[in-house]
């Protein structure tokens, strides 16, 4: 079976904080890309990074930062210094023939 | 990135009425993606539309209920039929972007079915 699993339905910090939301996937394809995406209240999904199976090098931009691992079939995604705009549902999601398949998601609600 | 706009962005209507969404993209693309987001849930996606072919559905999605146009490469529509209220959700569009292989959506339409 092909699917993304986000584990944590709701997380709550203060800001400031740092937080780590946590993706795990399942796919049979040697070759697949990983996406995270960012959904605020006002619905639109932000694209955030893609990733694809061959390269594992961790990607840090600004506060945001992602860590892939192959062999635990994980792409996890880290907020530093959390700020109340990073309010916001994530998803995580894989690619499966040309189509994305999401993960649940993860609410995060920063408090000031 | 490609630029989709999609319209209306929400809309409140009648159950047994039917509604047409419109995605425009601001630049030529093979595959344009319908996807259905429940509320409180996921994004699921409805159908692949395809240019000068009918479009793929997924499993529990039927052309009846959602028929799909595709006119060009840069157009399509999907129409919400017959509605009843468990069709309340936000309907997005997307398509891939060749130039870093992101997948952009459009700004959703919100449907309430009342």
């Known amino acids: 079976a092909q699917k993304v699993t986000q584990a944590q339905t709701e997380i709550s910090v203060v800001e400031k904080e740092d937080v780590t939301l946590d993706c795990v996937y399942e796919t049979r394809d040697t070759t697949y890309y990983l996406f995270w995406y960012k959904q605020p209240p006002s619905g639109e999904l932000v694209f955030l990074i893609r990733r694809n199976s061959f390269d594992e090098q961790n990607e840090i931009s600004g506060r945001y930062s992602w860590n892939f691992q192959k062999s635990t079939s994980s792409f996890n995604f880290t907020i530093t210094a959390s700020q109340v705009v990073d309010s916001a549902v994530y998803f995580c999601a894989l690619i499966l023939r040309n189509k994305l398949i999401f993960g649940t998601g993860t609410l995060l609600a920063v408090q000031p | 990135s490609a630029v989709i706009s999609q319209k209306p962005s929400r809309d409140i209507c009648q159950r047994g009425t039917s509604l047409t969404i419109q995605c425009q993209v601001d630049?030529?693309?093979?595959?344009m993606f319908w996807y259905r987001q429940q509320p409180g849930q996921s994004l699921t996606l409805i159908a692949t539309?395809?240019?000068?072919?009918?479009?793929?559905?997924e499993s529990g999605f039927v052309i009846d209920k959602f028929p799909i146009s595709r006119p060009n490469l840069t157009f399509s529509t999907l129409t919400v039929s017959n509605m009843s209220p468990e069709d309340s959700s936000i309907y997005l569009c997307s398509t891939s972007s060749m130039s870093n292989y992101g997948y952009t959506f459009g700004s959703g339409t919100r449907l309430t079915v009342v």
């Open positions: 539309a395809n240019q000068g072919s009918e479009a793929t559905y």
């Open positions: 630049s030529q693309v093979t595959m």
